[in-house]
């Protein structure tokens, strides 16, 4: 069964003060690894798609990177704006084109 | 925004009774998936639909249907509610084909009493 782990839960950081969520995933045929910011109230909105191990994608302060058995998003020097949830999801064989999710990290980044 | 519209935003209704919500996807976007989204739970894949005909199942409750209509607007029917069922269901839509991102909608806020 394809399962996703998001760490930590929860992150609290001050502005400026850089960090790195992790996503570990076990998956039947990766296809595509996604990264997506929810906010409280709203749907999830796209970030990223990561294809293969090695491959990097970058957006303002926000950088993902995947391994064969993870994937990290960094933030580098955030700001308040930067506060929500971010979910990671994975692609694989079973369920087809759906992505099955992870519970998410929840950033709360302080002035 | 995403343009995937959902309605209503919020629905209260009473245990045992049954509700619609209703999705229209992305101008264009053939597949439109349902997910329920419960604060222990997290995202939970339920149903897709590609260009009206069902595509994959996941862990929808066999009191729970969908359709997808020939305009490609979709329907997801919750019957014989219970208080567990209470959540944020969200509709997507995408291009299909593998590696596409989903758009998401809103969400439909469901409150079970």
């Known amino acids: 069964e394809d399962q996703v782990t998001q760490s930590p839960e929860a992150l609290r950081l001050q502005e400026g003060e850089s960090s790195s969520l992790n996503c570990s995933y076990t998956v039947s045929g990766l296809r595509g690894l996604f990264w997506y910011r929810q906010d409280p109230g709203k749907g999830p909105e796209f970030l990223f798609t990561?294809?293969?191990a090695g491959e990097e994608k970058e957006k303002e302060r926000l950088k993902a990177t995947l391994t064969k058995k993870e994937s990290f998003l960094h933030i580098t020097a955030p700001k308040p704006e930067d506060s929500a949830t971010y979910l990671c999801a994975v692609q694989g064989d079973q369920a087809g084109t759906a992505l099955i999710f992870g519970k998410g990290t929840t950033l709360s980044v302080s002035s | 925004d995403s343009g995937v519209t959902q309605t209503p935003k919020h629905l209260i209704t009473a245990t045992g009774q049954r509700v619609t919500l209703r999705c229209s996807p992305r101008s264009g976007d053939l597949s439109v998936y349902w997910y329920q989204q419960s604060l222990d739970q997290g995202l939970q894949f339920l149903i897709q639909y590609y260009n009206g005909e069902e595509r994959a199942k996941g862990n929808i409750l066999e009191r729970f249907s969908a359709q997808q209509f020939p305009d490609l607007h979709s329907e997801l029917n919750l019957s014989s509610l219970e208080l567990g069922d209470s959540a944020l269901y969200f509709c997507?839509?995408?291009?299909?084909?593998?590696?596409?991102?989903?758009?998401f909608g809103n969400g439909t806020r469901l409150t079970v009493t």
């Open positions: 997507a839509s995408s291009v299909e084909g593998t590696n596409s991102p989903l758009h």
């Open positions: 990561l294809y293969s």
